[in-house]
């Protein structure tokens, strides 16, 4: 398997998770632990996924979907955050009309992950997020 997937999120403990899990699945990850630097590598390598922490600081991860989503529609993005839908705010949904292809919720179990990231890389382009 030679998918890449991108992995973008302030905390280090999380974001090196993120990669070893998905690693040990078989897939080559790159991280990043900024939007900035996120960004960077995106452009440069244009991974087969990125998932990205929507909750880092100032709206630096819902600004760095949006940003991709703009530049790149074919980009396949999940969304990680901590916040659950709470009465009228649904979340995932408000993630996914920001660009988001699906949404996981932290904390989750490394199972969860890789069926998420399995189904969005096994997606034609035109079946995500438009």
Do not use: C
Not at 19 to 34: E, R
Not at 73 to 94: Q, W, Y
């Amino acid at each position: 398997m030679n998918i890449w997937v991108l992995v973008i999120d302030d905390d280090e403990a999380t974001r090196r998770s993120v990669a070893d899990i998905l690693s040990a699945a078989g897939y080559s990850t790159i991280a990043a632990g900024s939007r900035g630097e996120g960004l960077r590598l995106w452009q440069e390598t244009q991974p087969d996924l990125v998932v990205i922490d929507a909750s880092m600081p100032a709206r630096d991860g819902i600004d760095a979907i949006m940003e991709m989503r703009g530049h790149g529609p074919a980009a396949k993005i999940l969304a990680m955050t901590g916040f659950r839908p709470s009465g009228s705010v649904d979340v995932a949904e408000m993630l996914r009309r920001l660009g988001a292809d699906d949404v996981l919720f932290k904390p989750f179990e490394p199972e969860v992950l890789l069926s998420k990231v399995d189904r969005l890389v096994s997606l034609p382009a035109a079946l995500t997020a438009a």
